[in-house]
């Protein structure tokens, strides 16, 4: 099994990053060219500007907007609204809750939908990462979960979840087999798979992994450049799907004091101490249903076998890619609707 050590110095080779990509870190650890992430100037300019008032709730008509302590202390952020069995989703990065304002008016009539922000995104809290980005792991982000869940007053529960969500997820699956009922995942691979098989299509598809875990401040001070730009990119060219309402929701949040290094602590995390909470737990397999979706436009599944890649990580998988990019929650909702529907009604 391949260690982290080598897989980054692999990327490094792979992309031609060796002398030109640490180059360019030294550039911006040492001239300072760029606006730190944590600025207040960028705060207390959202105050006086087009995005004052905006609400991730806003987006949520007749949900109830809740904010709930988890037990490490730290507030999320969340909607609640619709009838029926508790469904929570979770949505990826560098988005917030609002990702799903799409799916969940497709989903309330059959669900109670708890839709949150992930710590760090969104209108969470953002707590220090820690000396090993121990407050960033996925586990933590699912003991929030959880935590909000139990709060809410449901301890077992459907699970949705896309990107960086799609992860936290997982490891809630985990730690809290019995909490989960059922488990949807949007376009994600274990994330110990991509490492231990990291290749030049792996690198070239998910470049941004080993760009937002480098060392701070190098991606934080890249990311608060141009905020706007990088959100765009984001969406690997399907900007047209996001309603600009949205899209200035989205960067609202992104552009909160200390948005971009939290998202950052998430990545590093993820390359680190999450992998060995991942090898730690190398035979232990997911045990409820779970249904995963994968855009067919990824270039990162061609040529693979998405299924059997998550059969060696969960007892019963079924799926298949969809007519999508990364992105499913906002390019095909309604059809996104319907799989999850069919999958978790009984």
């Not at 003991?143 to 809410?152: G, I």
């Not at 985990?174 to 989960?180: E, I, N, Q, R, Y």
């Not at 609202?252 to 948005?259: A, F, I, N, P, Q």
Request: glycine share 8%; net charge negative; hydrophobic share 40%.
């Amino acid at each position: 099994m391949k260690t982290l050590k080598s897989t980054r110095r692999n990327f490094l080779s792979i992309t031609g990053l060796t002398g030109i990509g640490l180059m360019g870190a030294n550039i911006l650890l040492a001239k300072g060219n760029f606006k730190d992430s944590s600025s207040t100037t960028e705060e207390e300019k959202l105050k006086d500007s087009k995005y004052a008032g905006l609400r991730s709730s806003d987006f949520f008509p007749g949900y109830k907007s809740f904010n709930i302590t988890s037990s490490s202390g730290v507030k999320i952020n969340g909607v609640v609204g619709g009838s029926g069995p508790p469904m929570l989703l979770l949505h990826g990065a560098p988005v917030n809750l609002a990702s799903w304002r799409k799916v969940a008016p497709l989903l309330q009539d059959r669900y109670t939908i708890i839709a949150t922000d992930l710590r760090g995104y969104g209108d969470s809290d953002m707590p220090d990462g820690g000396d090993k980005h121990e407050n960033y792991t996925f586990r933590a982000m699912a003991q929030d979960q959880v935590d909000v869940m139990k709060e809410l007053g449901y301890d077992e529960f459907h699970l949705v979840a896309h990107d960086r969500g799609a992860r936290v997820a997982r490891r809630l699956t985990l730690d809290h087999p019995k909490a989960v009922k059922t488990l949807t995942i949007l376009d994600i691979l274990p994330a110990l798979y991509f490492y231990d098989n990291l290749d030049k299509k792996f690198a070239e598809a998910y470049w941004f992994w080993f760009m937002y875990s480098a060392p701070a401040p190098v991606p934080e001070n890249w990311i608060s450049c141009n905020y706007e730009g990088f959100l765009n990119t984001s969406f690997f060219g399907r900007r047209d799907a996001i309603e600009d309402k949205a899209f200035d929701n989205f960067l609202r949040t992104l552009k909160r004091e200390g948005s971009a290094h939290a998202q950052c602590e998430d990545y590093r995390a993820a390359a680190t101490i999450d992998l060995e909470h991942d090898r730690a737990d190398f035979d232990k397999k997911i045990q409820c249903p779970v249904l995963v979706l994968w855009g067919e436009s990824n270039p990162l599944y061609k040529g693979m076998d998405v299924i059997e890649v998550w059969k060696e990580r969960a007892e019963n998988v079924s799926g298949r890619g969809v007519n999508s990019n990364h992105w499913i929650p906002e390019i095909i909702p309604d059809q996104l609707a319907k799989e999850i529907l069919a999958f978790a009604t009984p």
